[in-house]
């Protein structure tokens, strides 16, 4: 090997090296930016009408982790509190306001960097038709801002979209 081929091969294999480095993150971008903690700024129903079905300034926080967990809280604000002040003792109308004004669940995701989606398994949920069911999800992330469309929402009626900012 001459002196001047020495050179050449270790900026060969450097460039190999940050090729790969740059694939892989790639790979990872939508995993990397979908990460962390994020708070709800609103939820959308498209339908026959437009509805916010958590009201015009809805609460929610949501947690995708790097080993693949996620939680998500939904909460309608100003739901009615309990004159009794115990969760096990509402009346039906306290119940049917609360079961109507939150929506939580968690389990496990996956994410396609191909399609930008996200695929939740989820494990359990406050709506018991959401336990054990898989849903694929589509992102859309610019900044610290993110979309998230869903065809099948818990309330039906059309296509969801839940809009998260990034928790500072």
Not at 45 to 54: I, R
Not at 77 to 101: L, Y
Not at 116 to 140: C, D, H
Not at 144 to 152: G, H, K, P, S
């Amino acid at each position: 090997m001459t002196h001047l081929a020495a050179p050449a091969l270790a900026s060969l294999l450097g460039l190999a090296a940050a090729s790969v480095i740059a694939g892989s993150a790639q790979a990872q971008s939508l995993k990397q930016h979908a990460a962390g903690t994020w708070t709800l700024v609103s939820v959308t129903v498209d339908g026959p009408t437009k509805a916010e079905p958590y009201g015009p300034a809805p609460h929610g926080v949501m947690f995708l982790d790097v080993g693949g967990h996620f939680s998500v809280s939904i909460v309608r604000d100003g739901v009615p509190k309990f004159a009794s002040n115990n969760r096990t003792s509402g009346t039906d109308v306290e119940n049917a306001a609360a079961v109507h004004g939150s929506l939580n669940y968690f389990g496990t995701y996956s994410l396609d960097d191909a399609d930008k989606s996200i695929t939740v398994k989820i494990e359990a949920s406050s709506y018991p038709n959401f336990g054990g069911v898989s849903q694929k999800r589509f992102l859309a992330i610019a900044g610290d801002e993110m979309t998230v469309t869903n065809a099948a929402p818990s309330g039906g009626g059309g296509v969801a979209r839940q809009i998260w900012k990034r928790a500072k």
